[in-house]
């Protein structure tokens, strides 16, 4: 997309503010369409941190994903404009079927969205 759609980065901004993960998205960027909900960075980076912290192989590069002073809480200042999406529970679209089928932990920069709708794709609410 050559200009970001400011819509879509205001609602990336409310995601932020109000430390929600309930909000679903469908967005197409280059080469897959990605469905699934919404997460503030912090919230994303603790749970991506979490995972490779389990993880006999790839726990050293749980580091990566804490903030600089070790915490995972969000900064109290007012946030710079999110230039990035933060899945979780989300899915990669291939035919009638979603990769993987759990929902994974996606960064999506939002200047490569091209479309993007409410909702997401083939999920139900329990």
């Known amino acids: 997309m050559s200009h970001t759609d400011e819509l879509l980065v205001d609602l990336a901004a409310m995601v932020e503010s109000e430390q929600s993960s309930q909000m679903s998205l469908t967005v197409v960027v280059p080469g897959a369409v990605i469905t699934g909900r919404l997460a503030p960075e912090t919230m994303w980076k603790q749970r991506v ?4 912290r389990d993880s006999r192989k790839l726990g050293s590069f749980s580091v990566a994903f804490t903030a600089r002073d070790g915490s995972t809480e969000p900064p109290e200042h007012p946030r710079p404009r999110p230039t990035h999406l933060h899945f979780h529970l989300a899915r ?27 909702g997401d794709i083939g999920y139900t609410d329990a």
Do not use: H, K
């Open 92 to 118: 990669i679209l291939q035919g009638n079927f979603g990769i993987p089928d759990t929902g994974g932990m996606y960064r999506v920069a939002l200047a490569d969205v091209s479309a993007w709708t409410v």
């Open 49 to 52: 941190a979490e995972v490779l």
